[in-house]
């Protein structure tokens, strides 16, 4: 059910990076998703119909102009003469809190309806999300299988190079000299991600094993989804923060270098997206 809540928020995440029409077909998206992992029954669709509604409503009325707001200052900081890693950081954070409002309201709601699963449907749920650890582990492998630590540096050099090349064009040789500084430094936390997700999967897993003997299993699978980061190895933990303190940085050097082509790429994507949450808050 944790991966339901995913799924449910990474659609509607939609609205921060894509397109209105996703955002105004959400309702569909988020069946489409769905359907990978629980086939619901016409009364459980109906009943989820109905909490669906209410959270798009909701997103739309409170969320969206929070989004909004965000892009604003942060804008008003790409065009500053200086951004500093700390205001980089306070952005983050802003960033994330956009996500845990989602999962604080959502969460109560999604797990009230695990209750309504069958014994079948939990059993293709996990079979499904372990599917999908296997699947991705077979992709990473078919990646990295073979290649040297050099070589992947290598790769995590060009795919960050590309990643910013998206939000601001082409990059010069000092652009390009930065992220090949920085690439060496950021360590693979995919095997720690693994784990940290299938710590998740089996505590959920437990919970529905158990629900039969508990009075209190909506409140645990709540508190399961609402409180993820318990599930993060210390080691895990340590690492991610290392590596975003590396990503900070970069980004700060990356904006001392901006050309003002590159401010006016960076600016309209920024306007771009303001303009479509704008014109998504009044759409009924």
């Given at each position: ?160 190079s590309e990643e910013v090349e998206d939000l601001i064009g082409t990059l010069n040789d000092q652009q390009q000299a930065i992220i090949q500084a920085t690439a060496p430094q950021l360590q693979s936390t995919y095997e720690l991600w693994m784990e940290y997700r299938r710590n998740i999967q089996n505590e959920a897993r437990r919970l529905f094993a158990l629900r039969d003997q508990s009075s209190n299993f909506v409140a645990q699978l709540t508190a399961l989804m609402t409180n993820p980061d318990v599930y993060r ?52």
């Amino acid at each position: 059910m944790r991966k339901l809540l995913m799924l449910v928020l990474a659609v509607m995440a939609i609205a921060g990076c894509s397109s209105k029409l996703a955002y105004n077909n959400l309702d569909w998206l988020v069946y489409w998703y769905i359907d990978d992992y629980i086939e619901f029954t016409d009364a459980q669709e109906q009943r989820f119909d109905q909490k669906l509604g209410v959270w798009l409503t909701w997103h739309r009325g409170d969320e969206l102009g929070r989004y909004v707001e965000h892009l604003k200052v942060v804008k008003q900081k790409v065009n500053q003469p200086e951004l500093t890693a700390a205001e980089i950081e306070l952005e983050l954070d802003r960033g994330r809190a956009h996500w845990e409002r989602l999962r604080d309201r959502l969460s109560p709601e999604i797990a009230a309806l695990a209750p309504d699963l069958s014994e079948e449907q939990v059993i293709y749920l996990f079979a499904e999300l372990e599917a999908e650890n296997a699947e991705r582990e077979e992709e990473r492998e078919e990646k990295f299988g073979g290649k040297t630590p050099a070589e992947q540096v290598d790769m995590r050099a060009e795919e960050l190079s590309e990643e910013v090349e998206d939000l601001i064009g082409t990059l010069n040789d000092q652009q390009q000299a930065i992220i090949q500084a920085t690439a060496p430094q950021l360590q693979s936390t995919y095997e720690l991600w693994m784990e940290y997700r299938r710590n998740i999967q089996n505590e959920a897993r437990r919970l529905f094993a158990l629900r039969d003997q508990s009075s209190n299993f909506v409140a645990q699978l709540t508190a399961l989804m609402t409180n993820p980061d318990v599930y993060r190895s210390a080691e895990y933990v340590a690492l991610s923060e290392q590596n975003r303190s590396h990503f900070v940085n970069m980004i700060a050097e990356l904006h001392g270098t901006l050309t003002d082509k590159q401010k006016r790429k960076l600016n309209k994507q920024i306007d771009d997206i303001i303009e479509d949450l704008t014109d998504l808050m009044s759409d009924t």
